[in-house]
Structure formats: structure tokens, C-alpha cells
């Protein structure tokens, strides 16, 4: 049985095609000629039938010019590619507004069978609504994204905000302890300042008491700018000077009270106070320029510096000594008459001594001989302190003379040293001169010296032993020293051995007076030389003088 199939006919297939949802239309040639469009495609373009029907692409939708599409479908229609896209907008007029339109279209050719492209067939499927849901979608992410953003910065914001907030408040605090430190600063300021015044105020004060008293205590004072050496002194010492009061002081006539032989001394001690900024302490004569009376001044100077220790003056006490003067030298006077006078009892006593000690000799009578012996000893030492004192009573009244004449040293060394031995067993005394050599000196004074070194090397060793005394002579110098092993002296007492009366102190069983080496000193001194000393506690002293030879 066959059945027979309903053909359609072309209209019929043609309204089905019409009504088919998807926009569909049928292109020829290469302009896109438009055979037949349905009722989808025409709501897409927003015409009707009669006006895009065999009409040019472009004819029919003008505002596509500029747009990529007639394009397509002139390369569609002649290479026989197919062009598909989605989302792709398209700006059509519709109701003469020209809008945005998105698609999912295709361009298809359609061949025959010998490959030749026949017409196009063109869908496509409105999705703006798809494409602007997506927009807005994307654009509502986007200002959510740009709201997170902006919450979290301000959240950043808020926590910097915070941050900002508590630094501030450090910078308050620190502020406040600032305000608090710097108030406490300019307290203490005050208190300082107010302190420095008190102080300032004090010192004015104590100086002028300090001035007041050496006015009450008859003294004066001067002063040598260290940088200008400008001489400056006060009303006392000019009118001790005899100065007028209304001037400053000229040195010049300073010298000119200042007793001649002491110039020396007083320009020597303020070069070194100067230079060396050694202290400096000295008595010497005066005499009046306007009343002529001769007077006895004391002058103390030490160098003092500025606030960056540097040397700004060297400066010091003047002093009138003269009743302390007159009474040591009528003091000396009295030492030197009596030394005077027990000399000569003294020497006729050494001399009848002398001539017991032959007779007990000759008569062979030992115990006198022994002790007229210890008589002669007893004899010689007062002797020798006899002459001490007296050569001190001469030192201090300018009397004592050096007498000089050509010796041989050798000879009057050896004679004393043989003198010493005789009145001591304790100790042994080794001599040694290098060579011969003639002085011209005070012979009994060089031998008083030497003489002095010896009992002081024998008493400063208790415990007996060697002395040895060595001379020898370089050039022009005779070095002499005697060298004992004793009890030393410390450094600190060594400088002022040479000073008169003095004694180191724990020394009070050895007998003495401390004027031994006073007077060594004036002698070697008298005769242009040098004395110096070289010891160490407990191992032993050495004593060099040096005298030139002429
Ligand atoms: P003194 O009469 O006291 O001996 P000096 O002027 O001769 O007087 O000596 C002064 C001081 O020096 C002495 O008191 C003593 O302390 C010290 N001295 C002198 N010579 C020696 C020495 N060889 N060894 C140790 N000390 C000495």
C-alpha cells in the first residue's frame, strides 16, 4: 500500500519559515542582497517585509555602514567562509533611534553542488538582555569589588586613623613629659644661676675678707699678667717700696729698692715661676726710696691658671719680716759669739789633751792613752760642731768667706778620710781618685764637705759596713761621691735635704741639728758646683758634688 505524503507548497513552507523563532534570512550575491528575511529577523532590524526584500544589505540597513558586517558577508559570499559570533553588537535603528544590539549570529554559505556559494544563510539570536544582565552583573562585581576595596580601605583608614590616634597621643605624653623636663630644666637653671650668684657672692666676699686680712696682717700683694707680664701691686707694698700711691709701680724702681745683691735671685725665681711655673718663696732687703729705712720683705709666687688651665698670672704675698729678721740675725749673731767663744776653751783643750795623751804614751800608761783617746774623739766632734754653728752664724750675716788657694785634692781627701777612720772602727772607707788633680778652692771649706758627707754616711748606717768615696774628673769637673749603705732616704725628704734645719722625720735617735748639708750645699755652691743626692730606702745612699777645676 503506498501512501500518499501532503507536499507543501512553497508559500506554505515559506510561512512556516516565517514564523520559525529563530531570525533567519537568505543573502545573494556579494552585496548581501536580501532574498527573504523572517518574521524574527525582521523584529531584529525593526522593518518590514516590503521595505528590506530584494534589497541590498546595506540599502536596507544603513546605519550598518561603518560596521563590520557588510563586510562579512562580501567574504562570505565570495571565498565561501563561514563567520560566526556571540555576543557581538550591533548598532540598529530601530524606530529611528539607532541603539546597541548584542547577537549570536552566523553567516553560512550555501553551495551547490559544484561548490559554488548560492546564497547565505544568516541567524541570529538577540542577546543584549543576556549581555546586559552580564554587564550589569559584571558592573555590580566591579562596585562590589570597588566596595570591598573602598571597605577595606577604609578600613586601612580607620586602623592608620587609629594608629594615628594613639601616636598622637604618645606625641601628647611625650609632649607633656617634655613640657614637664623642660620645666625642670629651667628650675634647675634657676637654681644653678641662683647658686653660681651665691657663690659668686661668696668668693667676692671671702676675697675681700682674704684682702682685708692681709691689709690687717701687714701684707701685700702684686701680680704678673702671664700673657702681657704687666706688673701690678697693691698700696702696701708700694709704700713699703716707698713708691708713690697714685702710679703704678715701674719695675725699674722696684730693682731700685730691692738691694742689689738680691736682684739676681728675685729675677731668677719669677723667670721660673713664669717659664717652669715653679712656686717661689724669698726674703731679701729692701730699702725705702723715699725715707731710705732699710727693711727685711718676704715675697711668696705660684702661678695660677684660668677656668681652660691655662697660666693666667703668677701672683703672691709681700711681707714685711723685718722683726723676724733682725731677731734671726741677732739669734745667728749670738750662735756665732758663743761658737766663737767655746772655740777657744775648745782648742786649749785639744792642745792639753794632746800633750797627756804623749806623756801617757811615753809612759807607756794604757788606760790614759785609751781614754785621753776617747777625750780627743769627744774633742773633735764638739770641734766640728762648733764650726758648723759658726759657719751657719756667718751664712746667714753674708760673713762667710771663700777663701781660695791651689791644693792637691788627693792629699786633703786623704787626710780626712785617714781622720774619720781614727774616730770609728764601725764602718770601712775605701778612697779612689782617678788621677791627681789641683783645686783652686777654700781647701778647709772642700774638706768640711767632705768631712760632713763621711759622719753623715757613718751615722745614717747603724748597722756598720763600706763607704766608698769615688772622685773622678771629666773635662773641666771634679765629681766627687760618697756612697753608703744605710738607710736611704725617700724621694719625697730628698729635695729639702739641703735646706737649713732640716731633719727627716723617724731619724730623732741619730743626733743632729740638720745644718750639715745647709752648709755643704752654700760651700759647693760658693765655688760655682753642684750637690745632688741618689737614694732608695733601705738599700743606701749616694751624695755627688761636682766642682769645677780651674
Ligand atoms: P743632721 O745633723 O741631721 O745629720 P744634715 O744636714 O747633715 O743634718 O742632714 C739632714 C738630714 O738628711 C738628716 O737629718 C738625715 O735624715 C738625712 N741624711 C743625711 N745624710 C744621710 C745619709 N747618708 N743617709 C740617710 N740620711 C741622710
Given at each position: 500500500m503506498q501512501l500518499s505524503i501532503p507536499y507543501l507548497t512553497t508559500e506554505q513552507i515559506i510561512d512556516v519559515f516565517n514564523v520559525t523563532p529563530t531570525a533567519t534570512a537568505i543573502h545573494v550575491g556579494e552585496d548581501a542582497f536580501i532574498q527573504i528575511a523572517n518574521d524574527a529577523m525582521l523584529s531584529i532590524w525593526g522593518k518590514s517585509r516590503d521595505a528590506v526584500i530584494n534589497r541590498s544589505l546595506e540599502d536596507a540597513?544603513?546605519?550598518?555602514?561603518?560596521?563590520p558586517f557588510i563586510d562579512m558577508f562580501k567574504r562570505v559570499w565570495n571565498e565561501g567562509i563561514t563567520f560566526s559570533g556571540s555576543d557581538t553588537p550591533a548598532d540598529l535603528k530601530i524606530d529611528g533611534i539607532l541603539k546597541t544590539f548584542y547577537f549570536d549570529f552566523e553567516y553560512r554559505p550555501i553551495k551547490n553542488t559544484e561548490g559554488k556559494t548560492i546564497c547565505i544563510l544568516h541567524t541570529a539570536v538577540d542577546v543584549t538582555d543576556r549581555v546586559v544582565n552580564k554587564e550589569k552583573l559584571k558592573d555590580a562585581a566591579e562596585k562590589e569589588l570597588a566596595l570591598r576595596r573602598e571597605q577595606g580601605l577604609n578600613e586601612e583608614l580607620a586602623a592608620t586613623n587609629e594608629e594615628l590616634a594613639a601616636s598622637n597621643e604618645q606625641l601628647m605624653i611625650m609632649n607633656e613629659e617634655l613640657a614637664y623636663a623642660r620645666e625642670n630644666l629651667s628650675l634647675l637653671n634657676n637654681e644653678l644661676e641662683s647658686r653660681v650668684a651665691e657663690r659668686v657672692k661668696e668668693l667676692s666676699d671671702s676675697e675681700e675678707r682674704l684682702l682685708q686680712a692681709i691689709d690687717t696682717a701687714k701684707m701685700g700683694t702684686w701680680r704678673i699678667e702671664a700673657e702681657t707680664l704687666h706688673l701690678s701691686v697693691s698700696d702696701f707694698v708700694k709704700e713699703l717700696l716707698g713708691l708713690p700711691l697714685d702710679k703704678e709701680a715701674e719695675v725699674k724702681q722696684i730693682l731700685e729698692a730691692i738691694h742689689p745683691d738680691y736682684h739676681g735671685t728675685v729675677l731668677k725665681a719669677i723667670e721660673k715661676g713664669l717659664q717652669n711655673h715653679e712656686p717661689s718663696d724669698i726674703e731679701y732687703p729692701i730699702r725705702n726710696?723715699?725715707?731710705?729705712a732699710v727693711k727685711w720683705v718676704k715675697a711668696t709666687g705660684r702661678i695660677f691658671t684660668d677656668h681652660e688651665d691655662k697660666p693666667s698670672e703668677y701672683s703672691g704675698l709681700f711681707m714685711d719680716i723685718t722683726e723676724r729678721k733682725l731677731e734671726e740675725l741677732r739669734k745667728n749673731d749670738f750662735i756665732g759669739m758663743v761658737s766663737h767663744e767655746l772655740k777657744t776653751p775648745l782648742t786649749a783643750l785639744n792642745g792639753f789633751v794632746q800633750v797627756l795623751q804623749h806623756k801617757a804614751d811615753k809612759s807607756e800608761d794604757s788606760f790614759s792613752t785609751s781614754a785621753l783617746g776617747k777625750a780627743y774623739n769627744q774633742i773633735k766632734k764638739m770641734t766640728g760642731m762648733i764650726n758648723g754653728f759658726l759657719n751657719v752664724s756667718r751664712l746667714e750675716s753674708g760673713k762667710l768667706q771663700i777663701e781660695k788657694k791651689n791644693f792637691d785634692l788627693e792629699t786633703l781627701f786623704a787626710e780626712i778620710v785617714e781622720d774619720a777612720g781614727m774616730l770609728q772602727s764601725s764602718h770601712k772607707i775605701h778612697f779612689h781618685i782617678d788621677k791627681q788633680v789641683q783645686l783652686h778652692a777654700d781647701r778647709d771649706k772642700i774638706g768640711n764637705v767632705l768631712s760632713n758627707l763621711i759622719n753623715n754616711a757613718i751615722k745614717y748606717s747603724p748597722g756598720g759596713g763600706n763607704i766608698d768615696i769615688n772622685c773622678t774628673s771629666v773635662n773641666d769637673q771634679l765629681v766627687c761621691r760618697v756612697k753608703d749603705y744605710g738607710i736611704g732616704i725617700r724621694a719625697e725628704d730628698q729635695e729639702k735635704l739641703?735646706?737649713?734645719y732640716y731633719r727627716v722625720e723617724g731619724n730623732d735617735t741619730i743626733s743632729g741639728f740638720g745644718i750639715g748639708l745647709y752648709l755643704c750645699a752654700e760651700i759647693i755652691r760658693g765655688h760655682r758646683g753642684n750637690i745632688w743626692v741618689d737614694s732608695e730606702p733601705g738599700k743606701g745612699s749616694s751624695f755627688y758634688f761636682s766642682l769645677p777645676i780651674d
Open positions: 540597513l544603513p546605519e550598518l555602514k561603518g560596521q726710696l723715699k725715707t731710705g739641703f735646706d737649713r
